[in-house]
């Protein structure tokens, strides 16, 4: 699949293809997907240096002002999925939540991501609709079979570049290892390209030993929002493929947003604050004003983009 990126210098045309990603999982290296919301976010998790990104299902309805509930509708992630595929030239993995519904509502909204260049699904065996892993103890686990429906559903709709990773949240709801490691081989034979293992403990000792038992059989990917303090060379040395830090540019958004609200408000004033925010140039850099400019100069006649201000006119204009 191709697309124009006019992220950038120049208009490239780039091929957005899950293969990278599905690369990144069978590498021997560490891999680290960063959490995005939307096409901002998307594009400075990319400036940042991270290979992939996770469109995180909490981040996407918390922007939205939703909870993480189902709240949002599939159509609402979908939009904001093709925002952050045209703001990066990095694959993008959805959270897709337990689907939507049943197969039927799974491969639907796979097939539109599919269309909108994402490079992945993520599917948990939850029923529908879901509830945040960390919003209390309420997490009834999908039927296996079931399922494995929906797994075996969007690999059959989907081209064979497209990445499906099953998210086993047996730990979550508290059902033990044994019942993630029974999920895990079952998943396993719908045809999943990895396996995703959920916890909520604030260390990674279950992880670890899913990791070992698991030996492999698929990649593993991991989301240690709980377990932050553990370092990365613990992972790599459990053979652990990919690590998902999944909600904390929202959150640096919130704290960053929260606090300068907060003296905006007290001090009457943006004087104290206006070196400690993004400056406006850094804002047009990350949307590619500068590739319009180019871009007019290239189609506009030549009059009109003479009147055309630049983006220093512009942020000496906002600055004003």
Not at 207 to 230: D, H, R, S
Request: hydrophobic fraction near 40%; proline fraction near 3%; glycine fraction near 8%.
């Amino acid at each position: 699949m191709s697309k124009a990126i006019s992220f950038g210098a120049e208009v490239l045309p780039v091929t957005v293809s899950s293969t990278t990603l599905r690369e990144l999982l069978l590498s021997k290296e560490l891999t680290f997907l960063m959490e995005a919301h939307d096409g901002l976010s998307a594009a400075i998790a990319e400036r940042a240096g991270f290979r992939g990104l996770w469109a995180s299902g909490l981040s996407i309805a918390s922007a939205l002002g939703y909870r993480d509930a189902n709240e949002a509708s599939w159509t609402q992630v979908v939009d904001v999925v093709e925002r952050m595929v045209d703001a990066t030239n990095i694959p993008v993995l959805v959270d897709g939540d337990s689907g939507f519904g049943n197969f039927n509502n799974a491969r639907l909204v796979a097939r539109k991501l599919e269309q909108r260049g994402a490079s992945g699904m993520c599917l948990e065996d939850k029923g529908f609709p879901k509830l945040n892993s960390f919003v209390g103890d309420r997490h009834p686990l999908a039927d296996i079979d079931e399922f494995c429906g929906r797994l075996k559903a969007v690999k059959d709709t989907t081209g064979p570049d497209f990445v499906v990773v099953a998210r086993i949240e047996a730990l979550i709801a508290g059902h033990g290892l044994d019942e993630a490691l029974v999920r895990a081989e079952a998943y396993s034979e719908a045809g999943p390209d990895a396996i995703l293992i959920h916890s909520g403990k604030a260390v990674a000792d279950e992880i670890l030993t899913f990791a070992q038992e698991w030996n492999n059989k698929l990649p593993i990917v991991i989301v240690p929002t709980k377990y932050y303090k553990t370092p990365a060379s613990v992972f790599r040395d459990a053979g652990i493929s990919t690590v998902i830090w999944a909600n904390h540019s929202m959150r640096a958004a919130i704290a960053g947003m929260r606090d300068i609200c907060g003296r905006i408000s007290s001090e009457e004033s943006i004087a104290g604050i206006e070196d400690q925010v993004a400056g406006l140039d850094e804002l047009f850099s990350l949307i590619g004003y500068h590739e319009l400019a180019q871009a007019e100069e290239q189609y506009l006649p030549k009059r009109t983009a003479e009147r055309r201000p630049s983006d220093s006119d512009q942020a000496q204009k906002f600055d004003n």
